[in-house]
């Protein structure tokens, strides 16, 4: 029989052995899990024992982790801007740097009186909601192609009982118009990253969905979209903010410079990661 310490400290180990970036931080979330505590209830009760059944589930989870399987997916949900999304297989797991994005939005709308957001590509929904939430007296319509990220979209609808979000699904690369209201601010978060980096990613990375991955050759198949076919839509002053990988915020800039006055944003670490726009 083991403590649950006990069962911790093996799990981090085992994990810190198969070389696990954050070991230990990985091995308390897998254990909370398990075991349905919270951080303090975890320490009050670290010396009671196990049982035979959260042993198993345990190393089965530690196992998955090994294996390559992103944290998130083993747990099945995650925290973003003050709200829990449930996550998996299908969906791009939330990070804390699009955050960041999220903020600069509500930021707008606040500013500018804004009525109607569109989320382009908008998979767990973790950037429409946060948006939405924040922003009560806004409407954000959610724009989503694949089943299984729609799968995980509307349950985080359902989680959080929001009554100013539309989900919609459709292709934004190919759409035709659709009888709701000019957007006031689109957001996204596209796929970005060239086709041919893809491989080369770390392995949790490649286990998510190379839809939500592959931006096409450049990595910019998705913001030509975005200028050619949405942007004509955004309503006169309206604003556009999109995250982007690094170095690609001056080729985003160009698209955007022949319909709106735009820039590029740092994120908290320094680096080129969103691409700020007003409409002329």
Known sequence: MSTLK??????????????????????MQLLLRI???????????????????????FYSLIERRINGEPLQYIIGEWSF?????????????????????????????????????????????????????????????????????????????ERMKLQNVSVIK???????????????????NPPYIGSDEISSLQKEVCLEPHTALDGGVDGLDFYRAITEKWLPLLNNNGFIAVECGEGQTKDI???????ADSYAVNDAYGLDRFVIGKKY
């Open 6 to 27: 006990e069962l911790y400290d093996a799990g981090a180990d085992k994990l810190n052995d198969a070389f696990i970036d954050d070991a230990r931080f990985d091995a």
């Open 35 to 57: 075991t349905h505590l919270s951080s303090s209830e975890y320490f009050l009760k670290s010396n009671e024992n196990a049982s035979e059944e959260q042993i198993c589930e």
């Open 81 to 157: 801007y003050e709200s829990e999304f449930y996550v998996g297989k299908g969906v791009l797991i939330p990070r804390p740097e699009t955050e960041e994005l999220v903020e600069r939005v509500i930021s707008l709308i606040r500013e500018n009186g804004c009525k109607t957001v569109y989320d382009l590509c908008s998979g767990s929904g973790c950037i429409g909601l946060s948006i939405s939430k924040a922003c009560p007296d806004v409407h954000c319509y959610l724009f989503e192609l694949y089943d299984d990220a729609l799968f995980y979209l509307y349950k985080n609808c």
């Open 170 to 188: 459709l292709d934004i690369l190919n759409f035709s118009p659709r009888d709701i209201p000019k957007p006031d601010i689109i957001v996204s």
């Open 253 to 259: 800039v160009s698209l955007l410079s022949a319909s």
